[in-house]
């Protein structure tokens, strides 16, 4: 039996040893640095006292929940959210996290995992489809291994592209972060929104929540890009098609959120942050159906994966 | 000695919807030997070598490698076989030498050694650290049975290994496969569709057409088969026209000046056809025969239709 590392490592030599990857690495760091610059020289901070301007704030949400009583029920909720941590803030003291600080900066960075989706979207379309396109597969699959493990192989070293990526940008951010924005601030709470109460939350812990969460949309856009790319064989189908539903996806569930059965929508269910700090897309829904679902849809797009290339004929 | 089979191929069929691809194949292949694999195109030889390696699958049949099923045991059927199907791609923005190293990690028990034994016996030493997409195309076919000599394979199969190669290049690769057939006791299956080439390589030859085996026969058997040959002498006569009896069948007639006689002949009468002539005071600097068996594939191929 061959060991499954040494198909790794050759599927992390062929991921890492095209331009391709370089770029992408660049690219994220690039993204990084010039967030930082931006956020440290080009947009100013209104030096007004933050009491002040949440106080204005709160009465503004007030108003306008009292004058218009026909809102939006997520829209509702969210104005009764920001007012209870205004509330909380102005009573504990507890300022908000400004943009020129460390913790501000990687906040804002940690938006940049939508970047991550979508390199890794592009590796994992590129993985099965690339062999075939290149005519290697025929080399590859006459070797005294199975065709499943191959696949896992090529799947595994996808999601270690992605982690590899996540961890530069959490890395890179600190540095960046570090250099621009000194370490001062670092202690500041981050303020959660749970269950119709205010809590305390480190800010590493909310950094890494947020990565988590993030992680998730990551891990199903992968192995979408890289179910279509192993049924398919066609990587340009498998990136233009996984890129298409990340950006529509989630306002068509959107724009179907009055009916129940939208929930079933694999984007209604993505963003599990909405859980721990926010409202879900259809009412009704809770932490445990979207996992639920999320769960369904992965055993969905793994088992016609492995099914189909498993069974199919070379023909490339 | 009976020679041991170390592929049994044993009613080998591919239907892909109603369209019965292959048809029935059964033929071994021995140790030692090399076995040609012969047919126009399209006439189902690359979709065999496909089946017998795994990237297509079996419809119907049994396929045996070192006596152990294709079908049940893929990976240790598997182990006994290097293939080349079609042209030898390579991953082009890696090395040579990545490219050996990523095939061997896909074996248990390939070491460096050996790795830098195959590259040595290929040829490749100067170049094996350049990335492929630097090589010519006979260097890729080169790599491209480094690769599947790697983990020291029973069966070696080479699916129309002599394309895009020139005439040194093909004469080298049939030594070499003459040779560990002959040394290494390893058997290899080579496809082709030109039968000149076959005559020179294999030991033993099958005819496929449309999906069905027509013939399997020894080389020799097939040469011994042959009808008329043709022959060209070449020659100098002197400036009158000649009338030659060469016996009483058959008179040629040879023109001023002429510097070559093509005829068609039985192999017996090679032997008169010269000493008439030289009788006759015509000079012969050169006798070449070539032999019509490729007219005879063709009649029983029927050509180069596609099927």
């Known amino acids: ?316 | 000695m009976e020679k041991e089979a170390i592929v049994q191929i044993q009613n080998l069929s591919k239907k892909i919807g109603d369209k019965t691809i292959i048809d029935h194949l059964t033929f071994d292949i021995y140790q030692g030997e090399v076995f040609g694999f012969l047919g126009p195109n399209g006439a189902g030889k690359t979709t065999t070598i496909r089946m017998l390696v795994g990237l297509m699958a079996i419809t119907e049949g049994e396929v045996y490698i070192n006596g152990v099923s294709l079908k049940k045991d893929f990976e240790n059927a598997i182990k006994h076989v290097g293939g080349i199907v079609e042209n030898p791609e390579m991953y082009k923005f890696l090395t040579g030498y990545q490219n050996l190293l990523h095939y061997a990690r896909m074996v248990k028990g390939i070491t460096k050694e050996r790795i830098n034994e195959v590259i040595q016996i290929v040829g490749l030493d100067k170049r094996i650290h350049d990335k492929v997409q630097t090589y010519s195309l006979g260097m890729r076919q080169r790599l491209g049975l480094a690769q599947a000599m790697l983990h020291s394979p029973k069966l070696l199969i080479l699916d129309e290994p002599t394309n895009g190669l020139d005439p040194a290049g093909i004469r080298e690769l049939r030594d070499y496969l003459r040779k560990i057939a002959r040394e290494d006791n390893i058997a290899i299956l080579v496809s082709s569709h030109l039968l000149s080439e076959m005559e020179q390589m294999c030991d033993r030859i099958g005819i496929i057409q449309h999906g069905k085996l027509i013939d399997v026969k020894m080389v020799d058997e097939f040469m011994e088969q042959q009808g008329e040959l043709s022959v060209h002498f070449q020659i100098e006569a002197n400036k009158n026209q000649k009338e030659i009896t060469i016996n009483d069948m058959s008179t040629i007639t040879i023109m001023p000046n002429q510097k070559v006689v093509e005829l068609r002949m039985q192999k017996e009468e090679i032997p008169d056809y010269t000493t008439q002539m030289v009788l006759a005071g015509v000079k012969i600097y050169g006798i070449r025969s070539t032999s019509t068996l490729e007219d005879r594939f063709l009649e029983v191929t029927g050509g180069n239709e596609i099927g």
């Open chain 1, 1 to 316: 039996m061959v060991s499954i590392i040494a198909l790794i490592q050759n599927e992390n030599m062929k991921i890492y040893r095209r331009i391709g990857t370089i770029v992408m690495i660049g690219l994220l760091l690039l993204a990084v640095i010039a967030t930082g610059i931006i956020q440290k020289y080009v947009i100013k901070e209104n030096a007004t006292d933050w009491r002040t301007a949440i106080q204005a704030e709160t009465t503004n949400f007030k108003t306008n929940l009292e004058k218009n009583p026909n809102l939006p029920t997520a829209l509702q909720r969210h104005y009764e959210k920001q007012i209870q941590i205004n509330e909380y803030r102005l009573e504990h003291n507890v300022q908000p996290i400004e943009n020129s600080t460390i913790p501000g900066f990687m906040n804002t960075t940690a938006n940049l995992v939508s970047i991550i989706t979508l390199f890794t979207v592009i590796v994992a379309a590129g993985s099965v489809a690339s062999e075939f396109y290149w005519g290697t597969i025929k080399l590859l699959l006459i070797r005294p291994v199975t065709r499943s493990k191959i696949l896992l192989a090529k799947y595994l070293s996808t999601i270690i592209f992605a982690l590899l990526l996540l961890s530069i940008l959490f890395l890179s951010s600190l540095l960046v972060g570090g250099i621009l924005f000194g370490l001062e601030n670092a202690d500041v709470p981050y303020l959660a929104y749970v269950d119709g109460h205010v809590e305390e939350v480190s800010l590493v812990t909310h950094i890494l929540t947020l990565y988590g969460y993030s992680g998730i949309e990551l891990i199903m856009m992968a192995t979408f890009a890289f179910m279509i790319s192993a049924v398919f064989r066609s990587s340009s189908l498998a990136i233009g098609l996984t890129i298409f539903l990340l950006f529509t996806g989630v306002q068509v569930v959107q724009l179907l959120s009055k009916y129940s059965w939208a929930k079933f929508i694999l984007f209604a269910n993505t963003n599990l942050a909405v859980y721990q700090d926010g409202v879900p897309i259809v009412e009704g829904m809770t932490l445990s159906f979207s996992i639920g679902m999320l769960i369904l849809y992965y055993l969905l797009f793994v088992s016609l994966a492995w099914g189909i290339f498993n069974k199919r004929d070379i023909t490339a």
